[in-house]
């Protein structure tokens, strides 16, 4: 077991640093940071003695190392666009991206279950059908244009909602802030909420329900109805707890996906979210902010796969051997 | 019948008296633009959004007013020296504080040339002809330069003034030096001389100012500025219409129509500072790009061809819905140089332009176009729009549409044939478009002449006027330099770009040509 943990851990390093060195080689073809840093009017000779200062015209690689090397010792350096610590800006916009992020991976739970197992136990009823064909259209339709049509109905027509922001926030200790405790930022998590969350409550309830309808049909769910089981004690006792397995690592791995992909969500709602600070990032051609985020992404990713990898060498006994033995 | 309006009437005029005496003691405007200020410290960055919120806490010498000419502000007077034609004499205002208390004097200014000549500062190429700045007495400030220049004023319009003892008091004599690693205390702390000062900023998210007490002029109507970025267009003015926001600076063209129509919203439309335009590879042997052994654009006839196969008019009405003055030379209006002349452009002549080309090359030719997608109003469209009228003469061009930080560096490098520039001109003066664009690439000048555009004697004119005193013998050199640019057609003028603003009722805001709306100017009803 702590051989295991141990080796999936380097192989996390190993996994960061190929993320790193794949942005930075990308970072070339975002363009040069210094036609945003200075004004029209300096000089080309001005241009490169900045470009030298900032060290972007040594070769790729030494960059990439002192890169590292710095990020090693926790300094990420100084954003080009917004003069201040990197690693300050992307604390200080995280709150704003996980209190979303939780939200929508919850309702999206919620009712992606519920909608799920409804349309799996009636799978005939009208409604059923109704909710299935709707939730193609969660699928297909972009997260930007099911935004923009939020905020025309509830912003604009209705008024009910704010359109953009993150309404008003408390402070709580030196690095988090949040908005839930107060009604304007409760009222403004609804919309991006139910934007970012479609999509993933679409793919959990159609989960559920191809689950679901896989488990009725076995055979101990058979029995079980044979031995004259309520209803209730048949799908939910057995059959439902029997397809979580399966959902409960898909919504941890999705949550990843919701963090990293809220990036849309947060330019059209203006949520002053670390997605959002990376969008004009790269605008900007800011490699600081842009070389982090990447590698926070990164270690989301890293570290949720971990814990999903070490739960299931918890849960269930047949992967023990075969993981370690495999050790992919 | 009658008895009830009235009654409205009256309740409505008393409802109107309360807001309009609610107004006196305390406005907000909630303003939202594209881009919020990169830093607030007023030496750093030489960019719109940084400079228009700037100007709201820091105050310049010398203001630019919404009809481009020049104002006074912390300097009530400005005259060359009478003795040395290279010194330049600022009478200051007196009685001005700081936000802290701290009195405004002539060692401010001096100390603010310091800071803004070092190497860290975004704006030492603007004030690169001064050579020092010497305080007489405590309102008086002799700024000497390396020669006679006489529309260096014009440069003071951004130069904000700091005060000495806080600058030292904080460690920020210097502006942020991005190698250093630190953040600089100047970035979020501000201390200015403005109509307003700063309350509490968020970068990206808001910044609220509030009036200075101490400010030196009018108080303000407009208590209190809630400034907003919000990137993305559509959310911009769905804000708007909700209420949430009252004033929209960045106005896409194609909401303007719709905006005008809805309850509650005006739109102000005025003239930029800035032109689009294209421009080509005039001296190359051979392009890069290009299908042909020689370099096309070095045949007068296709620069002629290319000029009359270009519909202004059409780009006006269908990529700009009208948001747009075509014009045929790089010069906005209101700009030292213009002359009506520049407005008028040929009519498209699509034959005769194919004409022209065949003479040349019977079979046409084929170029690549670079153009930028996220700088300007519409620039992709523009350049759609081109590519398709070119192909009617026999040009085919391939488009290469990209984000500006990959587009700018091709025209630094020559890296291209064929691009499309915009080009404000913040000293008001056609010096600064020459200096930049038509000038041989050497030194200083010509930074965006990516057309490689070389004239010795217009060269030799552009060093020429400089330090000439005598205005109107300067006038008359700068006619004669746009003629020469003119008839070599150094660059294929498109329009000068059209501002809009969107405001909610109530508010009355006017356009300014540099894109820098002022709030201790807006009215209220």
């Known amino acids: ?220 769910i058979k029995f079980a109805r044979a031995r004259g089981l309520s209803a209730r004690a048949v799908n939910f006792g057995h059959a439902l707890k029997n397809t979580l397995v399966p959902v409960i690592t898909i919504t941890g791995l999705q949550l990843g996906s919701i963090i990293a992909f809220a990036i849309i969500t947060e330019t059209v709602f203006n949520w002053p979210g670390v997605g959002a600070l990376f969008i004009n990032s790269v605008r900007f051609v800011d490699v600081p902010v842009m070389s982090a985020y990447l590698m926070m992404i990164a270690l989301i990713f890293v570290v949720i796969n971990l814990i999903v990898d070490l739960l299931y060498y918890a849960v269930d006994p047949r992967l023990r051997v075969d993981r370690a033995a495999r050790s992919h | 019948m009658t008895k009830l309006p009235s009654a409205l009437k009256l309740t409505a005029s008393a409802l109107a008296l309360a807001l309009a005496a609610g107004s006196v ?128 004023p014009n440069n003071l319009t951004n130069f904000f003034i700091v005060d000495k003892d806080w600058a030292e008091a904080n460690d920020v004599v210097a502006p942020q030096n991005f190698a250093a690693g630190e953040e600089n205390f100047a970035v979020r702390n501000t201390n200015g001389t403005g109509p307003y000062q700063l309350v509490s900023r968020d970068p990206e998210v808001r910044t609220v100012l509030e009036a200075h007490s101490g400010y030196w002029g009018d108080a303000p109507e407009i208590t209190e500025v809630i400034y907003q970025p919000i990137p993305e267009a559509a959310t911009r003015i769905a804000a708007l219409l909700s209420g949430e926001v009252d004033f929209v600076q960045d106005v896409p063209v194609q909401d303007i129509a719709r905006l005008e129509q809805s309850d509650g919203v005006k739109v102000v439309t005025g003239p930029e500072n800035r032109n689009i335009f294209f421009a080509y590879d005039m001296t190359s042997e051979k392009l890069r790009s290009s299908n042909v052994d020689d370099n096309p654009f070095s045949h007068p006839e296709v620069r002629e061809a290319m000029a009359l196969a270009l519909d202004r008019d059409a780009i006006r009405q269908v990529v700009m819905r009208g948001q747009s003055q075509p014009s045929a030379a790089p010069l906005p209006p209101f700009v030292n140089g213009w002359t009506e002349e520049m407005n008028a452009y040929d009519a498209p002549d699509v034959d005769r332009a194919a004409e022209l080309v065949k003479s040349v090359y019977p079979d046409g030719f084929s170029v690549q176009l670079d153009c930028p997608n996220d700088r300007y109003l519409n620039d992709e469209a523009i350049c759609q729009a081109v590519v398709g009228m070119l192909g009617r003469i026999g040009i085919t061009v391939s488009l290469n549409a990209q984000s500006r930080s990959l587009h700018f560096p091709l025209i630094e490098k020559w890296e291209t044939d064929f691009y499309l520039l915009g080009w404000g001109v913040p000293t008001f003066d056609s010096a600064y478009v020459f200096n930049f664009l038509v000038h041989t690439r ?77 709030m201790w100017t807006v009215t209220v009803d």
């Open chain 2, 25 to 152: 003691s305390a406005e907000t405007i909630r303003w939202a633009r594209v881009a919020d200020a990169l830093t607030l410290d007023p030496h750093s960055q030489n960019e719109g959004p940084t400079l228009a919120l700037l100007r709201h806490i820091y105050s310049t010498l010398v203001s630019r007013s919404v009809d481009g000419t020049l104002e006074p502000n912390l300097a009530t007077s400005w005259e060359i020296h009478p003795d040395d034609p290279s010194v330049w004499v600022l009478k200051l205002r007196e009685g001005v504080t700081f936000q802290d208390g701290a009195a405004f004097t002539a060692e401010d200014v001096v100390f603010s040339y310091e800071r803004v000549l070092h190497e860290s500062s975004g704006f030492r190429a603007i004030h690169a002809d001064v050579t020092g700045a010497e305080a007489i007495d405590d309102y008086t400030v002799h700024v000497k330069m390396s020669g006679p220049s006489p529309l260096y």
């Open chain 1, 1 to 220: 077991m702590i051989a295991f943990i141990i080796r999936r851990l380097l192989q996390s390093v190993i996994v960061m640093i190929a993320v790193a060195a794949v942005s930075f080689a990308l970072f070339r073809f975002v363009g040069d940071p210094i036609y945003s840093m200075l004004g029209q009017e300096a000089s080309i000779s001005d241009r490169e003695e900045l470009r030298d200062r900032l060290g972007l015209n040594d070769p790729i690689v030494v960059q990439f190392a002192r890169f590292l090397g710095n990020a090693a010792q926790g300094d990420f350096g100084i954003s080009y666009r917004l003069q201040m610590p990197v690693a300050e800006l992307i604390l200080q916009r995280l709150p704003a991206t996980m209190e979303l992020a939780l939200v929508s991976a919850t309702l999206a739970f919620v009712t992606g279950l519920g909608l799920g197992v409804y349309t799996a136990l009636r799978r005939r009823g009208i409604l059923s059908n109704i909710i299935m064909t709707a939730s193609l259209i969660g699928v297909s339709l972009p997260t930007f244009l099911i935004g923009v049509l939020l905020i025309w109905v509830f912003a604009v027509e209705l008024r009910w909602l704010p359109s953009n922001g993150r309404g008003a926030v408390v402070q709580i200790g030196n690095w988090w802030t949040t908005g839930f405790l107060t009604t304007s930022g409760r009222l403004a998590l609804i919309l991006p909420a139910i934007t970012l969350g479609l999509y993933q409550m679409t793919l959990i309830m159609r989960l559920v329900r191809a689950e679901l309808l896989e488990v009725l049909r076995t055979d101990y």
């Open chain 2, 442 to 518: 050497e030194g200083s000048y010509g930074a965006y002449n990516g057309g490689r555009y070389s004239n010795p004697e217009v060269d030799a004119k552009i060093e020429q006027i400089a330090t000439m005193t005598d205005l109107d013998e300067r006038n008359a050199v700068i006619g004669e330099i746009w003629n020469t640019v003119m008839e070599d057609r150094v660059f294929l003028n498109v329009h000068n770009q059209l501002l809009a603003y969107a405001v909610k009722d109530g508010f009355n805001i006017e356009v300014h040509p540099e894109n820098s709306p002022t």
